[in-house]
Every structure is written in structure tokens, then in C-alpha cells.
């Protein structure tokens, strides 16, 4: 990484991507290019001495002349070392002299930088510029990323404790199945315990309350630079009251009766993780397994009394069992707000009725869709919605109690669609009898079979519903589970042994997440290809996690607590309960993958991802002498535009605030980034943009000539990479009003410092940088932006209609042939959608779950307003808790905002069930599917239903407190959307379904008050 410079050495322009290597590929880099408006630096300042525990406390610095050198001395003491070994230096070359020489070395660094000069004038009271500083890149102190960079003197020790679990003393099976492995694995807890590390906790910050401007109450309007990003958060030692994040396979409590040290003395499964209050801490597994022990004899465990067993996986599988079947108050197990949509028929429904089922079931008849309180109580789910009458709820007490659904023998469960993960509930018509107290009935006809399709909007708070909805009704577990890992084409088995414990307990003993994963390194370390493929990938600090897979669909396991904060014991083997179309979901082990920076080409050249860019312009329109001063910002392959009063610009330089996790800072950074999206009013893809050119005429053009079609890859064509003119003016060019003071000619300077935009429609857009160095950076930097994106775009499109052909097992559209057509080749065969499918870890990505980038999704499709209405190309955008739309306009230099839909109290619903929501005419299930080829190369020939959902939201009322909350079923808008492909829309449900999860869980509180708001039939 490039250190922060006082005077801008001359720009280079490469004719190529760069190639980098990089600590840690999935952390995007950024670069901050130009000044800063010293206004925004004072306003930085102040914001930090009003409010020390915002947000941008985090990047406090300390006040006065003592103690800001002092806190500089004391980062550059903690991040010495990182410096050295950055800079070429062995591990074993350093010491005290190295050391003090080291950090005069940086100090002396810092001093020369542009940004300490700047402090000590502002801290003198001289006179100061009204830009200030230089470009620099973001979260870079002295040539150290503090985003990898942990503080040394800060390095925590003995803050970890052993911890694991065993595999037993089963015998391994080998059998081999074609090109697979089958292993069975022990399900025997605890003869091995290994050592597993507490990672540093990551922080995590609420997603739920972000503010938009003009749309969101619960936050200030103003979103210029000054503004905190949170209000009042508690300070990062204060572990009790962050907010929920990933569970990264974890387990978040302390088991009852565990203690570390009975953990070697007994046959412990679970893994208890050191915690301070109520945070929780990320697991990191051993790489390797621990020496194999003897456990515990039958005997010996059948002989412990109560206090023994205390300190046992069965006192902990006790105390689980226990706080599963405590009713939540009163007789009510569960109760939550959900979105009921209600069917009919007069005909009996066989077991499973699910999506596939619905579509050639006849006879089925739409009653109603609306948001209901579903309680679950007494043997039988209650649904409750509001009184027709104003004032009868005062006057009974309760809401009025609309169904009741009997949990009998009669009445059959299965899971609707496992892509919104909604569940449905069929029982034939049974009216309730007359003596009981019970007013409601079901009342939907005189015969037939009633259908509830439930719609929860968190998606584990669903796969809770279903599990114990699951048991309740009979469900009942196999003798073992069959787990498989893709990375290895292997399989494994691991045991449910019966015990006089309840079968249950026992699997909720074995199947935590930590000790499944650690089951299975066990046996797979015996595989010839581990250490190759999963243990070098450890090695680099990827991590195993756990997921159930449906066809190209995977839905992860990473929480380890419910909404309501409670530990989810069956967080494994809930999904033993999904059958979709009649087939199982399968339990698979895989690659923690982030979102990629790095892509290959068909030639073998690899590329890495370009440093973003951000920074003030100044866009010049033709035929006029008016600026407009702007804020630019590179996020996923996009150009966002922000006006520059909202700007959100990085901290400056300086040392970094003490805080011993860099993942916290990284999240800070990615919250800055979010909040830097959602003030933008403009988006342009990097894909529209055939050059980046120097500005050659005094007037900015209106456009250009421009022929994209005659060079599809412009951005490999010489032209896209001329050099650009640069002589000693450019150098002379002191930026600002200053410079232009000096010039000789001022037009021909401000020519200088202007670079332009060419667009596929031929249009031009010219901006204006601080200085003619400036803008020579901008162009150096978005040229390979430009080429990455466009690269990166094609790549993508193949993987997905790779991962469609391989997880499907359809036949491509356009087949794949050899390029020499005298060679006779068979032709591809079709592949079995029972194969494992490695590649999906990359579609369904970890960097959004846990927030590794401002941008948790982003993409082209087709949406519309309401249920009427044409439907309008656009660019949709999920970033923190909200979706921002585009529309695409190619007659326009961007895309303008066109509205940004609240998931806060959002409904997600897709496929067959979204379609019957259409007006007649509308949805034609008998129409053959018609191939179609986009842009970026992508091919497919789903289904209408298969490309469809929506999302009923509503904007928070403008003057409403942040307590208030919304009254059940108030109107909601509905926004209609269709994606490109199945996988796609796939993927976009299973992100926006996340990103509520996240306001949900960010939210705990107000959930747990909207969730009990209403009263209940006594």
C-alpha cells in the first residue's frame, strides 16, 4: 500500500489490471484521492469532542499538542514491527535497536506527511487552506493497514482457553461409492477434546436504523460528513450490549452445569466458548486433531449421581430439554407476527404439500393474505387479527381470534419453499364444538382440506417454527446423519445412538456446530487430498462451516442463538425436517468463501480486484459556466454520486484509535461505506464507460462518437489505455484557488484539471479535480476499475450458468464445442443434480453475513411498483437493512434513485406463491419458457414463477418516535420484481431474507415488544 505523500509524485498510467498480493483478498482496499474541505475535518473534530462514543469517536484523536504527538507515538510504538516485516524485514532480525530505529524512522515519516502539517496548523490557530491534506488510502497508518494490523503491545494472552470435543471410539468405515469417499464418523462426545481458540470478538454494528435521507425517522435528515453513523453506541469493551452478529458456527452461552475443567474428565460434546457478560466469541477450529483418549466406560456413566451428571453433555442436554419445552409465559410455547396467506379445496391433499404440489393441485381456492399474530399454544395454533369494530379490543382485551388449528394427528406439516423458507399447515374441516371456549373456528367450508401458508420474516425464527412444529407432530430423528463435503467429493456419516437419555438430548449433545465440524476434521484428515485442499485453506484463514443444501440453494448455519436470544440446540438438525419436492436437504461441510477479488481468465492471466476510489469533484456541464460539486464513490463495480454537502468521506490520516480488533474497524469502514450509498441520488455502472480521457477543449463536449459495437472489449483496445499528456505545469499546478492565481491562463489550467467520461449512449461528462495531479490519479485509478468490472461481470455470468447446468442437471442453451471444428468430440454429458456442487459457497457468500462490505448485494432486473403497471429495467442495491432502486435510463448520464424500500417490518414471498398474488392475465403457468441471453453473456429459460418475488414493506412514519410501533396488518406497499434467472433470484431472496434477519436481530428489543403486542384469548 501506497503511504500518505505530501506532494503527489507524477501518475503513471499501466496498460494493465495490477496484480497485488494481498494479506487478506476479500477486505476491498480504498483510496481516498485529493484534499479534504477543512470545514469537513473541523466537523470531524467537533463531532468527536460532542459525542466521544459515536461512531466516529471509534477515530477519535486525542486534543491538545501533548497528547495528539502522544497518541502518535503510541501507534507508531504498537504497529512498529507490522511496519518492519511490511517493509521486507525477517522476524528474526527484530529487536530494541531495530526497534528505536523503526519508530524515529515513522515518526519522521509522519511528520513530512501533509496531514500532520495540516494538525499543527489548526492546533496554532494560523491561518489554514480551505483544502487540506493529500490523497491517501483509507484505514493506512505510516504503510500499516490497520485492518489487518493488530496493536502489539495490545495483543491479548491467556484470554483463551481449551476447549472441544471428541470423536469416539467407533470404528471408521471406508466404502468406496464411484469417485467418492464414505466414511462414517464417531457420535461418540468426548474421548478427544481438542483445543479450540477463542478468536477475537468481531464487532458488529445494528444495520436496522441507517439513516436515508428524507425516509427514515429514527435517525437525523442531515447525512452530511458531521453526522454519527450511530447515535450513542456503547464503547467496544462494553461486550454486554452489542448487538447480535454471525454465530460463525459458535455457540454464544455457557452450557448449564459445564465447567473447563471437566471438559477432560468427562464425555463433553459441547464447546464452551470464555465470554465476558453477554458477548460472544467466534471459534476458530484446530487445524489438526488431538491425541486420541481413552472415555468414559458405559458403566462409570450410568453410576454418576445428580451432582455428577451436572457437569455432563446429559445435565447439559437436560437443561437444554428443559428451556425448550418452558413456555415462553403462561401456556404460549411461541408467538410471532407472521403473514398468513390462507387457501381452500374440497379435495384431500396427500403429505408434503409444497410449492411443486401447488401447482398442479386443482381446485384450490384463494381465500385471503394478511398479517396475523400466530400463537401456539394448548395443542393448537391460534391466529388472531384485528377487530372489524373500533373499540372492541379495548373493551374484551384480546384481539379477535380469527383460526385455530389443531396440532392432531390430522393435521400435516411441510415446508411450502424452501427458497423464502415459508411453511404451510394442512388439516381437513373440523369445526370446534360448541362447549368450547374457544369462539374461533375454522371456517373456510363444510368440507376439505384447509391450507395456511406462514411467512416469517426471520428466516432461522422460521426454521425454529418449523423444527419444533416438526416434533410436535411426530416427526422423528434416523439413526444417523449423512454429511457431506464438497471440497472432497466425500461423505460421512456420523451416528444418533439411543441411551436412556432421550434420543433428542443426545443428538442435541453431538450435532452442536462446533463439535460436527470437529467430528469431522477428525475423519477427514485420513482423506489423501485434505491438508491440499482444506488444509492449506485453514491454513490461510479460512474457517469450516456447516449448511443444508436444496438443489443450487444453501441456507447456512450461522446463528447460534434465536431472535429472542436463546440458544437454538437443534441449530444442525433442523433441517432434518426439510423435504422440498420430495427430496431431503443434504447436511454439507464447505469452505467459508468470501466474496472474491481476485478472477481468472481464459487464458490463465489472474486478476486482482483494483483499490476503490473516492473523493470531491466538480462536474462541469456544457453550454454553462455553473459547477456542481460532487462526491464520488467506486462501491462493486458502480459509480455512486452524492452531492457534497452529504459526502461521508474517510477519517483522515492520523493514529488509530485503540481498539485491539481490527475486524471492528473494518466494519466501521464497511458502515461508512453503507451509509455512503444510501446519501447517493445517482449510480453509473463502470460497464457504461468506453473512456476515461484527459479534457482536451476549453468546452466540455455535449458528446463524442462513440461505436461500442465495432469493439466489444474496449477496454482491452489500445485506445482505452493511451497514454496520457503530461508535462511540468501539470507539476507547477499548486491546486485550489492558489493555483489558478499563479496561471498564466486560467481556462487552459481548468482544462488541465478536468478529465472526462465517455458512455456507450455517446454521452460526456466532464469533472473538475482540485489539481491537475489530481485528476491525472482519477484516471489512473478508474481505468482499471473499468477493465476489472467489465472482466469480472462475464466471469460471473459463466460461473452462474455453470453452477445452474451442475446443481439442475438441465442442458445448456447454447452448448459448449470445441473451438476447432474438424475435431469430432462427444457431446458434453448431463450432469447429476445429486453431485455436490462446491461452488456454490462463492454465490451464497460469508461477506454478507457478517458485513464485510458496504454493499450486501447488488444487480440488474426488472421491477415495478404495486401490482399494475409495466415493469422498468433497473439496478437494485441491498445495503444495510434497506433496497435501493435505480432506474435505468440510457438516455441519462446515471441512474437515478427512484425510491428505498424499509426491510425493517418487510414480508419477502417468491415463485408460485408470489404469482398468485398477480392480476388475471397476468401469470400464464401454461406459456413455454423462452430462452433469453443477456448483455453480460448470461443464458437461461426458467419459468416465469421461478424468476419472480416481492416484498411487502412500508416506510416508517416521518414524526413517529423510535418506540412506536407499526399496528398489525397496516398497509404495507408491495414492490414486484423479476430476476434474470432462477439461481438469481434464488440468491436475492436468500440475501434480502439476511438483511431482515439482521434488522430483526438488531432490533431485539422493539422486537420482542412488537411480537408481544396484543392480547390473547384467555
Known amino acids: 500500500m501506497a503511504t500518505p505523500h505530501s506532494i503527489p509524485p507524477p501518475i503513471t498510467i499501466d496498460s494493465r489490471v495490477a496484480i497485488t498480493k494481498r494479506d487478506d483478498p476479500h477486505k476491498y482496499r480504498r483510496r481516498f484521492i485529493g484534499p479534504m474541505p477543512e470545514r469537513v475535518v473541523s466537523q470531524l473534530d467537533s463531532t468527536v469532542h460532542d459525542s466521544p462514543h459515536g461512531w466516529r469517536g471509534l477515530f477519535s484523536r486525542r486534543q491538545g499538542a501533548k497528547d495528539e504527538d502522544a497518541g502518535v507515538r503510541d501507534a507508531i510504538r504498537d504497529y512498529a514491527k507490522q511496519f518492519f516485516l511490511g517493509q521486507g524485514g525477517r522476524e528474526e532480525d527484530w529487536g ?123 435517525r437525523p435528515d442531515s447525512t452530511n460528513s458531521a453526522t454519527p453513523l450511530l447515535e450513542n453506541p456503547p464503547p467496544l469493551e462494553d461486550a454486554e450490549h452489542r448487538p447480535s452478529q454471525p454465530a460463525r458456527a459458535t455457540t454464544s452461552r455457557s452450557m448449564p452445569g459445564l465447567s473447563t475443567a471437566a471438559v477432560s474428565q468427562t464425555t463433553q460434546g459441547y464447546l464452551d466458548v470464555p465470554r465476558r457478560a453477554k458477548g460472544k466469541k467466534a471459534v476458530h477450529y484446530p487445524d489438526v486433531p488431538t491425541p486420541y483418549e481413552e472415555p468414559a466406560s458405559p458403566g462409570e456413566v450410568l453410576a454418576r449421581t445428580t451432582s455428577q451428571v451436572e457437569d455432563t453433555s446429559a445435565g447439559a442436554a437436560q437443561h437444554a430439554q428443559e428451556a425448550l419445552v418452558e413456555p415462553m409465559h403462561e401456556d404460549v410455547v411461541m408467538r410471532d407476527r407472521m403473514y398468513v396467506q390462507i387457501f381452500f379445496t374440497t379435495d384431500t391433499l396427500t403429505a408434503g404439500f409444497d410449492e411443486a404440489k401447488a401447482r398442479v393441485t386443482p381446485h384450490v381456492q384463494y381465500y385471503e393474505v394478511s398479517e396475523y399474530i400466530v400463537a401456539w399454544r394448548k395443542g393448537r395454533i391460534e391466529l388472531y387479527r384485528n377487530y372489524s369494530f373500533p373499540g372492541r379490543e379495548w373493551v374484551v382485551g384480546h384481539k379477535q381470534l380469527a383460526f385455530v388449528i389443531p396440532l392432531t394427528k390430522g393435521t400435516r406439516l411441510s415446508l411450502y419453499s424452501f427458497t423464502d423458507f415459508t411453511f404451510c399447515l394442512t388439516c381437513p374441516h373440523n369445526p370446534v364444538r360448541a362447549g368450547s371456549n374457544i369462539k374461533g373456528r375454522l371456517l373456510l367450508g363444510s368440507k376439505g382440506t384447509n391450507i395456511f401458508v406462514f411467512n416469517v420474516k426471520a428466516r432461522t425464527r422460521a426454521a425454529d417454527w418449523f423444527w419444533r412444529l416438526w416434533l410436535k407432530l411426530g416427526g422423528e430423528l434416523p439413526t444417523s446423519v449423512e454429511l457431506r463435503a464438497p471440497r472432497l467429493d466425500t461423505r460421512l456419516r456420523i451416528d444418533i445412538p439411543s441411551s436412556e ?68 440446540d437443534w441449530a444442525v438438525l433442523y433441517g432434518l425436517s426439510i423435504k422440498q419436492a420430495g427430496k431431503p436437504a443434504h447436511l454439507e461441510l464447505r469452505l467459508e468463501e468470501h466474496r472474491t477479488t ?51 468521506p474517510p477519517p483522515p490520516p492520523g493514529p488509530p484509535p485503540e481498539v485491539d480488533d481490527p475486524n471492528a474497524l473494518h466494519a466501521a469502514e464497511a458502515l461508512r461505506g453503507a451509509r455512503q450509498v444510501l446519501a447517493a441520488h445517482g449510480l453509473c455502472d463502470l460497464r457504461s464507460i468506453v473512456a476515461v480521457r484527459r479534457a482536451f477543449q476549453v468546452m466540455p463536449p455535449r458528446t463524442a462518437d462513440v461505436d461500442a459495437t465495432a469493439v466489444p472489449q474496449w477496454e482491452d483496445a489500445p485506445g482505452f489505455w493511451e497514454a496520457v499528456e503530461q508535462d511540468d505545469e501539470d507539476h507547477r499546478d499548486a491546486g485550489g484557488a492558489e493555483g489558478l492565481a499563479k496561471a498564466l491562463d486560467t481556462l487552459q489550467m481548468r482544462r488541465r484539471r478536468s478529465f472526462e467520461l465517455v458512455l456507450t449512449s455517446g454521452q460526456v461528462v466532464r469533472f473538475e479535480a482540485y489539481s491537475a495531479q489530481y485528476a491525472l490519479e482519477w484516471i489512473a485509478r478508474l481505468r482499471p476499475l473499468i477493465s476489472y468490472w467489465r472482466k469480472r461481470h462475464q466471469v460471473d455470468a459463466r460461473n452462474e450458468m455453470d453452477i445452474t447446468h451442475t446443481a439442475t442437471g438441465r442442458p445448456r442453451i447454447t452448448p459448449h464445442r470445441p473451438l476447432d471444428s474438424e475435431r469430432e468430440e462427444r457431446p458434453e454429458a448431463p450432469p447429476d443434480p445429486e453431485d455436490l456442487s462446491p461452488e456454490l459457497s462463492c454465490f451464497y457468500d460469508w461477506c454478507l453475513l457478517e458485513g464485510c462490505r458496504a454493499i450486501s448485494k447488488t444487480g440488474r432486473l426488472f421491477g415495478r411498483k404495486g401490482l399494475r403497471g409495466q415493469y422498468q429495467h433497473m439496478q437494485l442495491v441491498l445495503v444495510q437493512g434497506h433496497l435501493v432502486e435505480y432506474t435505468i435510463a440510457n438516455a441519462e448520464v446515471h441512474h437515478r434513485r427512484r425510491q428505498v424500500v424499509h426491510l425493517l417490518d418487510a414480508y419477502i414471498c417468491s415463485g408460485y406463491l408470489a404469482a398468485q398474488h398477480l392480476p388475471e392475465g397476468q401469470y400464464r403457468p401454461d406459456d413455454p419458457p423462452l430462452p433469453r441471453r443477456y448483455q ?34 397496516f398497509k404495507r406497499k408491495i414492490s414486484v420484481y423479476r430476476t434474470r434467472s432462477k439461481l438469481e433470484r434464488d440468491a436475492w431472496v436468500w440475501a434480502i431474507k439476511t438483511e431482515i434477519e439482521k434488522a430483526v436481530r438488531g432490533s431485539q428489543e422493539r422486537e420482542e415488544k412488537l411480537r408481544q403486542a396484543g392480547g390473547l384469548v384467555p
Not at 526497534?99 to 491561518?127: D, F, G, S
Not at 489423501?528 to 490461510?540: F, L, N, Q, T
Not at 416484498?951 to 412514519?957: E, G, I, Q
Request: aromatic share 8%; proline share 5%; with cysteine.
Open 96 to 218: 530494541e535497536n531495530e526497534e528505536r530505529h523503526i519508530r524515529e524512522e515513522m515518526y519522521r515519516r509522519w511528520q513530512q506527511t501533509e496531514w500532520a502539517k495540516a494538525r499543527v496548523r489548526r492546533r496554532e490557530a494560523r491561518a489554514t487552506r480551505p483544502w487540506i491534506g493529500t490523497s491517501f488510502d483509507v484505514g493506512v497508518f505510516l504503510g500499516v493497514n490497520v485492518f489487518d494490523a493488530t496493536r502489539t503491545i495490545q495483543t491479548p494472552t491467556g484470554t483463551q482457553s481449551a476447549m472441544g470435543s471428541a470423536r469416539g471410539r467407533g470404528a471408521l468405515s471406508t466404502a468406496g461409492t464411484g469417485h467418492e469417499t464414505f466414511v462414517t464418523a464417531p457420535s461418540e462426545v468426548g474421548a478427544d477434546i481438542n483445543s479450540l481458540d477463542a478468536h477475537s470478538q468481531r464487532m458488529a454494528f445494528s444495520r436496522t436504523f441507517l439513516p436515508v435521507p428524507n425516509g427514515n425517522p429514527h
Open 501 to 568: 437419555l432421550s434420543t433428542h438430548d443426545k443428538a442435541y449433545a453431538i450435532f452442536t456446530p462446533e463439535n460436527t465440524v470437529n467430528l469431522c476434521k477428525q475423519v477427514l484428515h485420513k482423506v489423501e487430498d485434505y491438508d491440499a485442499v482444506i488444509g492449506k485453506a485453514i491454513h490461510e484463514g479460512a474457517s469450516l462451516q456447516l449448511a443444508w443444501r436444496v438443489d443450487a440453494k444453501l441456507d447456512w448455519i450461522w446463528q447460534a442463538e434465536d431472535v429472542t436470544g436463546q440458544h437454538r
Open 598 to 648: 481476485r478472477i481468472h481468465l481464459k487464458d490463465g492471466t489472474r486478476l486482482d480486484e483494483p483499490a476503490g476510489v473516492e473523493g470531491y469533484l466538480e462536474r462541469i456541464r456544457p453550454n454553462s459556466t455553473m459547477k456542481q460539486a460532487l462526491y464520488l464513490s467506486t462501491h462493486d463495480g458502480y459509480l455512486f454520486i452524492a452531492n457534497a454537502a452529504q459526502a461521508l
Open 936 to 969: 453480460d453473456g448470461l443464458e437461461s429459460d426458467d419459468r416465469d414463477e421461478d424468476t419472480l418475488f416481492m416484498v411487502w414493506w412500508a416506510r416508517p412514519a416521518v414524526r413517529a418516535p423510535e418506540s412506536a410501533l407499526p399496528p398489525l396488518n
